[in-house]
């Protein structure tokens, strides 16, 4: 089993749509949760992080559920410039991350 | 601006060539940087962490010897692709933590060997 698990999509949804993302990781010891945002051949790019409470950045709704070990993102609105692969990232101590396989997202007008 | 600056963004070489990648923190200094690989459609797998002034720590399955790591100062971090094969053509890329901030990632580098 992977360490961090998502659906490697992709997610073809028109403009203005709602979209949700899942993750879903296995070890209960980590520490810290993230998005990232990664457009084709670059690096990746911090979008947030991920508090138990849940926490929002505009269009983007984070939410983790540690007892489920369950990590969402959720995009409203949707913009052709959101078309990326997000990946779900967990931070363990020393600052290592796994990173899941990433889901890609295609928006279409 | 870049936090971290990795260069160069992209080499091409024959089978056979060593390829050296530099990953350098700009303005602070990093006792810890990280390299990743990543291929085609998958995600970034780690390589190794990268220590300043020890050896690196290399995660299971990547050669020690096949990826030098170099993390002679605080700013600097070298990995190098030795006798590089067209398996090892993937996209490499390094980063560093900036406290209090979380990592920051170099602009990658993709080798491609012929």
């Given amino acids: 089993r992977k360490e961090v698990e998502q659906d490697p999509g992709p997610f073809n949804v028109p403009e203005g749509a709602t979209v949700a993302f899942n993750c879903t ?64 990232v967990v931070g363990n101590a020393g600052n290592m991350l796994t990173f899941g396989g990433g889901t890609r997202l295609m928006v279409k007008p | 601006g870049a936090v971290v600056s990795q260069h160069p963004s992209r080499v091409i070489c024959k089978s056979g060539t060593s390829v050296k990648i530099e990953c350098r923190s700009l303005d602070f ?56 094969h067209p398996e090892d053509s993937s996209f490499y890329i390094c980063s560093a933590n900036r406290e209090p901030e979380k990592l920051f990632f170099g602009s990658g580098t993709q080798l491609s060997v012929l």
Avoid at chain 1, 76 to 88: G, I
């Fill in chain 1, 25 to 88: 990781y296995s070890n209960s010891a980590s520490q810290s949760f993230f998005w990232y945002r990664q457009d084709c051949r670059k690096e990746p790019k911090l979008l947030m992080s991920v508090y138990s409470s849940g926490n929002e950045d505009g269009r983007f709704t984070a939410q983790l559920n540690r007892a489920s070990q369950y990590i969402s993102l959720l995009i409203r609105d949707s913009k052709l410039s959101d078309s990326a692969t997000y990946l779900c």
């Fill in chain 2, 29 to 84: 200094q990093a006792t810890t940087m990280f390299w990743y690989r990543q291929f085609p459609k998958q995600s970034l797998m780690l390589m190794a962490t990268s220590n300043e002034g020890s050896k690196a720590t290399y995660e299971q399955g990547v050669e020690k010897d096949k990826f030098l790591i170099n993390h002679a100062s605080l700013t600097l971090s070298t990995l190098t692709v030795t006798s590089a």
